[in-house]
């Protein structure tokens, strides 16, 4: 599996993007955060992913933030893509939400599992 700082990399490459800056300045990030995140010395913010979700809608945040899956997003509403959207940054704010709740959801699942509860999932637990 490809580090985060791997995929940010293919990510660069398939924007035809050639250094951190220019890809800092496609994001409106610094220079230093795309070059930290390059070098697995850390992780990205919200800003960033953020960024990323609305600068490239077509990029899967979860193969960027987990390494699986394909990096581009199939499926996706063509609305997305559009910047005439007024509502484009509650829309991409909105599914940044979902997604991290699905990932609480689904850690809450493990840990009850080594507690030995061993929930069955629901679409309660999904819906927090």
Request: glycine letters at 4%; a neutral charge.
């Amino acid at each position: 599996m490809k580090t985060i700082g791997e995929r940010i990399v293919e990510m660069r490459n398939y924007k035809n993007l050639e250094t951190h800056d220019q890809l800092a300045k496609f994001l409106g990030v610094s220079t230093s955060t795309i070059s930290t995140l390059e070098r697995n010395e850390s992780h990205p913010s919200y800003k960033v992913i953020t960024a990323i979700r609305a600068k490239m809608p077509e990029i899967s945040l979860y193969w960027l933030l987990y390494g699986e899956g394909e990096m581009l997003e199939k499926g996706l509403p063509k609305e997305i893509f559009s910047t005439q959207k007024p509502d484009k940054e509650l829309f991409l704010e909105n599914d940044l939400i979902v997604f991290l709740k699905q990932q609480i959801a689904e850690k809450d699942k493990v840990i009850q599992h080594f507690l030995g509860s061993n929930p069955q999932p629901t679409s309660q637990t999904l819906a927090r």
